[in-house]
Nanobody
Framework: QVQLVESGGGLVQAGGSLRLSCAAS????????MGWYRQAAGRGRELVAR???????NYVDSVKDRFTIYRDNAKNTVDLQMNRLKPEDTAVYYC???????????????WGQGTQVTVSS
């Protein structure tokens, strides 16, 4: 019913930049939250950044002033611009969307397949 397609991961040197993109498609009525999480090897998944439908954002402290989250409500997309990348940013990054399939439906939680970001020192 709902698909999240991610793109933009890869290998970059420390100090470089990458931009991740995620597009949600399917029978979507409305999208509340869109965000990005990451999971480094041997660690739990953590919230990186998220954005509400009215544009309010929050970031994990370690990426503030380096990462920016963008959202296009018309296209159901969310991007994460990552600048001044550090080796500790290396992780699999997952797109996350909380949405409704119908006006009176419940909020549903969807995840993308994940995209690898590797930052070399």
């Amino acid at each position: 019913q709902v698909q999240l397609v991610e793109s933009g991961g890869g290998l970059v040197q420390a100090g470089g930049s990458l931009r991740l993109s995620c597009a949600a498609s399917g029978n979507i009525f409305s999208i509340n939250l869109m965000g990005w999480y990451r999971q480094a090897a041997g660690r739990g998944r953590e919230l990186v950044a998220r954005i509400t439908s009215d544009g309010s954002t929050n970031y994990v402290d370690s990426v503030k002033d380096r990462f920016t989250i963008y959202r296009d409500n018309a296209k159901n997309t969310v991007d994460l611009q990552m600048n001044r990348l550090k080796p500790e940013d290396t992780a699999v990054y997952y797109c996350n969307v909380i949405l409704k399939l119908a006006r009176w439906g419940t909020q549903r939680n969807y995840w993308g397949q994940g995209t690898q970001v590797t930052v070399s020192s």
